[in-house]
């Protein structure tokens, strides 16, 4: 692989469920963050992690939560799924954190 | 609070040139970067201005002006693959990204 991997590519969840979104990078970036993307919103920050093993919340992070226990992985866990959840989900990573972001493809998720 | 502000949507001619402004009041400021992306797909990083003046790259150029709190993009040589929403983000004193809604951009032949 080369960049970043999210998995599923899509996803339609009960409401009440867990879930958990992959994301997976190959460039031994240390930043890892993940995003929600709304129609007509920017990209709001949900958690982020600035090197493994340490994470911290963004704009956004009730519902969700994240580990990183490698510099590769960077997992984003819905508890109990609710409607609102619905949204795009991106996962990013940056060499350091001055440095640009570089964006995984996205996991679409509704939750119904 | 932290605010981006760009124009919602934008229409321009192929072959013209677009400039695609951007305002930001972030609490610090470390940088502000333009990101392109097509519908359905990831953003992607276009450019990255840390200090005041024009950035060129190919037919992407991106301004800054710390003191005014304004950037903008400047896209030349238009072409139908350009059509693409344009994010801008701030990176603030945290070092977190602030992001505008982004600028849908409509190329007509």
């Known amino acids: 692989i080369a960049g970043i991997t999210q998995a599923p590519t899509s996803q339609i969840l009960a409401a009440g469920r867990r879930m958990t979104l992959r994301c997976t990078q190959d460039m031994r970036h240390n930043a890892m963050y993940w995003y929600r993307q709304d129609l007509g919103l920017g990209l709001r920050l949900i958690h982020y992690?600035?090197?493994?093993?340490?994470?911290g919340k963004g704009e956004v992070p009730d519902g969700y939560s994240v580990s990183r226990a490698n510099t590769d992985d960077f997992p984003l866990t819905l508890a109990s799924a609710v409607p609102s959840q619905t949204s795009v989900y991106f996962c990013?990573?940056?060499?350091?954190?001055?440095?640009?972001?570089?964006f995984g493809p996205g996991t679409r998720l509704t939750v119904l | 609070g932290q605010n981006i502000d760009q124009p919602t949507e934008m229409t321009a001619t192929e072959g013209a040139i677009v400039q695609i402004n951007c305002t930001y009041q972030t609490s610090g400021f470390n940088g502000l970067f333009w990101y392109q992306q097509h519908a359905g797909e990831a953003p992607t990083f276009l450019s990255y201005n840390v200090l005041d003046g024009l950035e060129e790259k190919g037919r992407f150029s991106s301004f800054l002006s710390r003191s005014k709190g304004y950037s903008y993009l400047l896209l030349k040589e238009l072409q139908m693959k350009d059509s693409a929403s344009y994010l801008c983000?701030?990176?603030?004193?945290?070092?977190?990204?602030?992001w505008g809604a982004g600028t849908k951009l409509i190329i007509k032949p």
């Open positions: 992690s600035n090197t493994a093993g340490t994470t």
């Open positions: 983000a701030s990176l603030d004193s945290n070092y977190q990204l602030i």
């Open positions: 990013a990573s940056s060499d350091r954190g001055t440095g640009p972001q570089f």
